[in-house]
């Protein structure tokens, strides 16, 4: 006979507490009531507010014994004394009616709670019926059966209502969930595009041009650190990238902050292009925005030294309070930004989608013949 379903509690105790309330104050003003019987009356119904009280916060059947019996003396009681007092018939009738039946609320919900509904109706009808003659006797039964039944009715929407409710929540979750795997997978293709696009694709357009304008030992390097990468890859772990502009291969190797600039200067010279850095030469943001903002910058530097036409570049950074920025900028060969395609990884994925997905702004200014100028800027 518990009700799992606490919004069934909550409706009955109000209800309840209505049709109790009303009936105690009808019989406040019946007036010619005994002494012994008003102040009996007065505990009987308190009792009954108080286990109406708890069976909104509890699923015990107790409290819906408990207000049962209570429900009934009340009305072995009124009726012992009702007469033809219209206040005191008015007040049987709200308790038994209206009191008693918000209890239908929570009965409804299970097999053993609709037998026992079905027993405290023939009770409280047994209990009810003999006190009332006439009309006053079709008055009671109408406002029993109607009473009662809008109550099961009541019950049934609400545990209707929730189960719907739980069930649009479930199904919410569910495509939470599978929108958040999605995202989940997509960047991490991303970070797989940009990882084989930043490493072994750069290694392989050096192999297809014979290592041109690098130091064969750098290039060795770099192919041996590619192997292992695709190793990881293999085996289904992801590197993570390291602001020196490569990846971190072993979990013990991690550059320190001070070595980034150098780190950089020193990799771009083993290539041939030489970098002149200007303003700050070293930055302080959190772990991600610092590899993301460097690793754009080693990209920047790779396309100048692939594709600018010249062996220089020059690199100012700058900081605040706000954030970091950066200025790449080369006197090469440049091109018309309108015409890069919207697929290309080096400038779309490791530049632009890099330094967004930290909150950052990228912005590449070019035109042919007048060289290349790009602004990387991250927030602290």
Known sequence: MRHQEPLLGTAAWLEGTVFTVSSFACLAIAGGVPLFTLILGIVLYVVMLFSYFMLGRSSSVWWIVITTVIGLSISLLLGSLSGENPSVLSAILLVSGGGLGAMAIVLQSTGVGRVYLVAMFVANLAVTLPFMNGSDLIQALTIFIVGWSVNVLVGIWISDSVRRARERIARLGTAHQAERRASELEAQRRQSARLLHDTVLATLT?????????????????????????????????????????????????????????????????????VHWHGAGDVTLPPLVRSAFLLSLSECLENVRRHSGVDQADVTISQDAGGVRAMVTDSGVGFDTAEVASGRLGITESVVARIRDVGG?????????AGTTVVLEVPR
């Open 361 to 369: 702004n990228a912005r590449i200014f070019s035109a042919p013949g």
């Open 206 to 274: 050096l192999l297809a041009h014979s290592g041109r304008g690098v130091e064969p030992e750098a290039l060795r390097i770099q192919a041996a650190e590619d192997a292992v990468l695709l190793r990881q890859l293999r085996l289904g772990e992801t590197p993570a990238p390291r602001a020196s502009g490569d990846y971190n291969l072993r979990a013990h190797e991690v550059a320190a902050v001070t070595d980034n600039i150098r780190e950089l200067q020193q990799r771009f010279e083993r290539r041939g292009l030489t």
